[in-house]
């Protein structure tokens, strides 16, 4: 059984990826997915609910930087103070606003004490059609590929999450998830809250619930500067695609 979603093409009807499995002919309807076999299989449920067997055709998902950031990230640099990364993330940040390339957000993921940068996202959202791409996913998921495990945790070194703005809620669960021990932020909620930007359910709670789980938070980091890409944006006009 193959569970990548890279194939280039899978024939519901007579291949063996994965697709096979969740769209044979055996499903047909809502509750055929829940039938135990497939319960059992661990099989999620099927876009093509209830409808006959099909081609489906797959691309490969690329996720990306824009190729601008090659000419502005310098990688040999030495980012381990908060300043230094914060930045960084605030240089992606005006860099993307500048090159209409997205949203007014950059993050970066550097080594605890080494300074040591791994990864480096940017708001893709709107370039790449993906809703999850903010900076901070982005940077989380390269630096993931980098190291070649699912967790930044059990690296020889604590890995930090520098990001321009506080993170959304789905991007404060996915540092959670990441393995980072630490989380530095530029601009507040409030500054993305003016420009109509929604960062969701995050409460103090979130936090103290992060610092619980030992991911340390520092905020408001080179706020204003921070602060000023995102009014930069809204001046430019540029699209509040979470609104
Ligand atoms: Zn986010």
């Not at 690296?155 to 404060?172: G, K």
Request: proline share 5%.
């Amino acid at each position: 059984m193959t569970y990548a979603i890279t194939s280039a093409s899978n024939d519901c009807s007579v291949g063996a990826g994965w697709f096979h499995d969740l769209c044979g002919p055996d499903v047909r309807n809502w509750d055929d997915l829940f039938d135990t076999d497939h319960a059992r299989s661990g099989a999620s449920l099927c876009q093509n609910r209830g409808q006959p067997p099909m081609n489906h055709h797959w691309t490969p998902l690329v996720i990306a930087p824009p190729e601008w950031v090659d000419d502005v990230v310098r990688w040999d640099a030495d980012y381990s103070t908060d300043e230094a990364g914060m930045r960084l993330a605030i240089e992606l940040a005006l860099q993307n606003v500048q090159r209409r390339t997205g949203g007014p957000f950059g993050a970066a993921i550097v080594e605890q004490g080494s300074g040591r940068l791994v990864s480096v996202g940017v708001n893709s959202v709107v370039r790449l059609n993906n809703s999850v791409l903010h900076a901070e996913m982005m940077a989380i998921m390269l630096a993931q590929q980098r190291v070649g495990s699912y967790t930044l945790h059990e690296s020889e070194r604590d890995h930090v999450l520098v990001t321009s703005c506080d993170p959304c809620a789905m991007c404060l669960g996915g540092a959670l998830w990441s393995g980072v021990r630490r989380v530095v932020t530029g601009a507040d909620r409030a500054d993305a809250s003016a420009l109509s930007f929604d960062e969701g359910p995050v409460f103090p709670e979130s936090y103290t619930y992060l610092e619980s789980r030992g991911v340390r938070v520092t905020r408001g980091v080179l706020r204003s500067e921070a602060a000023a890409v995102l009014e930069l944006y809204r001046k430019q006009g540029g699209p509040i695609y979470n609104a």
